[in-house]
């Protein structure tokens, strides 16, 4: 009996092995998968089912192979990318053969790989279903839906139906277990906006809750934002079809922030296609990230890393500001003893330092305007070894304390921006933000720029008048890093690191004022 116990425990840890790892206790693994999807040479042509099928039918034979060799590895759960399966630029009509029947009311009651008799036009669905049954993986994939209305909703659309750009999630048993409809469309024509927000979540065994949202709805308070507070959520899947913008929004970059401002777990799946821009996914903890950033080469590509369990008492930034009044002396002591002058840190007993020259008394730098993000930043160069420099525009000041290990021939800038953004979306936004410029001209201030070669030691505050503050810290080749210290002091919030790990690209307080929206 003994011997046949030792061969079984064998036998379990061997299949543990082969498919893939050991996990800790307290971890889970996750898979993302980055995919060039096979778009419709002509979306907005009109096509019949069958064609539809045809077509989403070969992205499905991807996301198959990916979904197999992610279990091999031993992933509980997987995300797919946002638009992966039909594609994008469709018209309303056009896309009408693409979409499926998905009852938001459903999720939890239907498994459609077991129960694929109960509704017409349900064979996307249906194949998910039985890619997490077959795998015994949870799986979180994007496609488009429509439901039926008629009169009675005074929301309901003319054509009598609603279109939705939607999440869905399956359990390892292949049952829908949750649905999301997209709620910040971005210029999708196709879609519709649902009525109310949906606050999306589901359970797993292996790390409790996760919620869902897509793409542009990262930006917003709602339901994103909402979501997580509401129902104290520390786990997020998120598929999405990003196009980077440089300086402050590529993928990866605002990934990251994001989960560090709210200590999540985000696994991310973008779509890839460099010409558009597009690529850009990641597994992402508060302080660790395995990313996928690459606008040279084609092809999918699959994210497989254990992570953490955050649990519900793990407290966020932005939850955290007296915890980081309290040891703001301590993080300023070890900051400043290794690097920087003992000016960075605020003392209790002064306000904020205004804008000086590294001595003291030297002529300031010139301000300048540029545009950045499509917005007008308030921009003063950043000249020389060391120094200390103030910006400002309407309300907001942001102020840095700086130091180059070796001067190198590339000019970087400190910008302000207070105000509304009205381009490819509208939303108010609060930025600190030291850069590398495009070319040694001011003008060139805001470019977008991916190589640097100077490593800076900084601190960077402002006086943000929004808690919701993304720490962005993006270095050369579009890798990240993170702060060695951020928090709030004295009404000013302040993000500040000792030599980044290569070149700085960006490094950023991008502050959403979601009220003044």
Known sequence: MVH???KLSVCFFFYQAVSGRVRREGHYVAAVYEHESILSPNPTALVDRRSALELMGKNLDIYEQQAVAAARQGAQIIVFPEDGIHGFNFTRSSIYPYLDFVLHSHSGKWNPC???????DTEVIQRLSCMALKNKIFLVANLGTKQPCDHTDPHCPPDGRYQFNTNVAFDADGALVATYRKHNLYF????????EPDYTHFDTPFAGKFGMFTCFDILFFEPAVNLIRQYNLKQIVYPTAWMNQLPLLSAVEFQQAFATAFSVNILA?????????MTGSGIYTPVKSFIYHNMESYGGKLIVAEIPVITTDHETNLEGNE????NLHD???TFTSTSLDDQVCFKEQEETPGRISEKGNEQ???PFYAEMMYDNFTFVPVWGEKGELQVCANSLCCYLNYRRAVLTDELYALGVFDGLHTVHGTYYVQACALVKCGGLSFSSCGQEVTDATALIDFQLWGNMSTPYIFPLLLTSGIALDFADHMGWKNNHYFMSKNRTSSGLLTAALYGRWYEKD
Not at 114 to 120: A, D, G, H, M, S
Not at 269 to 277: C, D, R, V
């Open 364 to 366: 300031l730098p010139p």
């Open 114 to 120: 077991r129960e694929p008799y109960l509704f017409n």
């Open 188 to 195: 999708e024509y196709a879609f519709d906006t649902p009525p």
């Open 331 to 333: 993080s300023c002591r």
């Open 323 to 326: 915890r980081f009044r309290e």
């Open 269 to 277: 799946a973008n779509i890839h296609h460099p010409t558009l821009g």
């Open 4 to 6: 046949l116990c030792w």
